[in-house]
């Protein structure tokens, strides 16, 4: 057996549905790779679901239900522990690999002893992208490791202990992908381990929370200092509008008094966010999407003793 894959997944049987679709076309041997997918502690109807997909399934499917629902990073684990493979491949329920994907992962890691880690190409679908939606496109190796399609060599990743499980949401898989290349194993791209990930209209409040959740960089720029160099826009600043924007506040702030200066505090922020100002209801949510990533920055920053903007 070559390869492990692992699927996270969380009320979504429709999706398992379609992904163990996808898995049953892979061009790779069925001896040659096994499938885990791993419920987060599903509601009864959903998991209940979830195993009539499977049941459904041409393939062999080892199926974990989670007791807790412990996030993405603990859901992982348990797959990674389950495995038997000495590459393990993690693919989201939200994405469709394409026929060649599990084979492209094996070829990659026969290619070169000293990978530790190999990203996948992750496309969007064709479609019309609304004011909020989410979706990922990977084109390259990333400072991020992304989850969705990425794989490891088993034994590294378990000696680097696997995913962080104290970061629940955003950042458990950057985590994991710099603590395996800090063991000194190398990482690659490989462009024919490809999936097509879905698009996802979230909302306002989606967003503004998921800016809040930015707060986790804090602490991943401490403990990594190679995120901070590739990833980061100065080492004490993720990116130029987390410098813009508080100016802006304070040009807000003294503008009644001192316009002008006010105007020049704001341009930055302004010229760098490129706020639609003739869609005042979108700009606004910018602002506030803004505003709750400087407060998630400033208090990881204090709880981390280590200044990121």
Do not use: K
């Amino acid at each position: 057996m070559d390869v492990s894959v692992v699927v996270p997944t969380y009320e979504r049987p429709s999706r398992v549905r379609r992904l163990l679709d996808a898995l049953a076309a892979q061009d790779l041997a069925p001896d040659r790779w096994e499938l885990l997918v791993v419920d987060d502690a599903s509601s009864p109807e959903a998991a209940r679901a979830i195993d009539a997909a499977i049941a459904a399934s041409t393939l062999p499917v080892t199926v974990i239900h989670q007791q807790r629902n412990g996030g993405p990073a603990a859901a992982r684990n348990a797959g990674l522990h389950r495995s038997r493979a000495p590459i393990v491949a993690f693919v989201d329920d939200d994405c469709v690999p394409d026929p060649g994907w599990s084979r492209a992962i094996v070829d990659a890691f026969a290619r070169n002893p000293r990978l530790g880690v190999v990203q996948g190409l992750t496309r969007r679908p064709a479609g019309r992208l609304g004011a909020w939606t989410m979706f990922r496109e990977i084109t390259d190796e990333t400072p991020w490791f992304e989850a969705c399609n990425i794989a490891y060599r088993r034994d590294v990743l378990l000696a680097a202990g696997g995913f962080d499980e104290g970061i629940r949401w955003y950042g458990e898989d950057t985590s994991a992908g710099w603590r395996v290349v800090e063991t000194g194993a190398e990482r690659d791209f490989e462009p024919a381990a490809a999936v097509t990930h879905d698009l996802e209209e979230r909302g306002l409040w989606f967003r503004v929370r998921h800016g809040w959740l930015e707060r986790n960089l804090v602490g991943l720029a401490a403990r990594h200092p190679g995120l901070r160099r590739s990833a980061f826009w100065r080492p004490w600043a993720f990116r130029r509008e987390s410098v813009a924007f508080p100016l802006a506040l304070a040009g807000a702030g003294i503008a009644r008094r001192r316009p002008l200066t006010g105007l020049l505090l704001a341009l930055p922020y302004l010229w760098v966010r490129r706020l639609p100002l003739r869609d005042a209801r979108r700009a606004l949510g910018m602002v506030a999407i803004d505003a709750a990533q400087l407060a998630g920055h400033v208090e990881a920053s204090l709880r981390h003793r280590t200044l990121v903007l």
